[in-house]
């Protein structure tokens, strides 16, 4: 068994009815089988103004080889940064304090780093809190199996190599909400090297997905803002320039198509085709994977959601559009900004 060190760093901001179970998730998951020397747990209180302080201050003082740092109030991808705070360890993993872990997943981890030591970057499968029955948006949307790719990561459950992390200084902090795994993500990619990234679908955590359409709606628009900057942070300039023409375009033909199918249906129709093509060639494995599970129970609200869901794209696009209109400009030079968080208190350093 690896003799490698892992922290785990927890960030929790106002999660009183969650990081309680989260930190007890991550204890079992690491006692179960007796990897107490190979994890080391942070839990970093983003200067929480409900209970969150009490309970994981309370938990790590109780529990050896858990620890409790509370920070001055910042972004997500600032408080990530927290890992610099502390020595002797080899990877960094990241859970999130309104989630928690599967019981074999220290197990699966310590695992995964013995079988591939050069993996600078791990990542796993997250279920919804619910189950997946309750919340169709997950299941036609989030479910990582539905992409059929080897590097699908979401924050909720990554795991990056110290030596990885200390070569790019860590998150950037550009994005001041969400953004945090992809522009740390880009960051990595700009070093030129290739780096060995790790999925595997049994390392399991859980966390909150919305499972109502308007806020997943909403979420989808924020993230084609996002994806603006992503673009402009990579230097893709031109890129991004055709990339918008494209999205206008699809646009348009989408809201012509009623008008073009009173006057000709069949024209029409090519113009539909038209406006889903670059997408629906981008995404078929995705596609052909969610259609296959529309055959299964509940196939009319199935039918209701991935309708919704695809069409979601459109308002994604207009994010994308809106922000390529706003006065702020954005720069590859942004992406190299850091800021690490301000300790106000440390428990069990």
Known sequence: MTNKKILVVVCAYNEQDAIFNCLDSLKNSIARYSLDN???VVCVDNSSIDKTP???????????????VKIEHCSLCVSRNTYKYFDGFDYVAYIDGDGYVAEGWAKKLVNIIDQNPEAKIISGHVFDLESK???LIWDMYFDSE???VDNYLIGANMVFSRNVLTKVDGFPSFFPIRGDESSLLLRIRNLRQDVNHVFDKNLIAYNYF???LDTFLKTQYTDGKRSYDISQLSGTYRKTKLNAIVKTLSLVLLLSTPII???NPMLGLMSLLASIGPFACRHRIYIKNVFGKISKPNTLRKIKYVSVILLSRYLFDIGFLSRLFESQE???EMLDDTKNPVVLEKINE
């Open 210 to 212: 919305p499972s109502d």
């Open 38 to 40: 190979n994890f080391s």
């Open 146 to 148: 539905l992409y059929g």
């Open 261 to 263: 199918t009173i006057v």
């Open 330 to 332: 954005v720069r590859k």
């Open 54 to 68: 009490e309970i994981a201050s309370k938990f790590a003082k109780e529990n050896k080889d858990f620890h409790y």
């Open 133 to 135: 029955s309750h919340n």
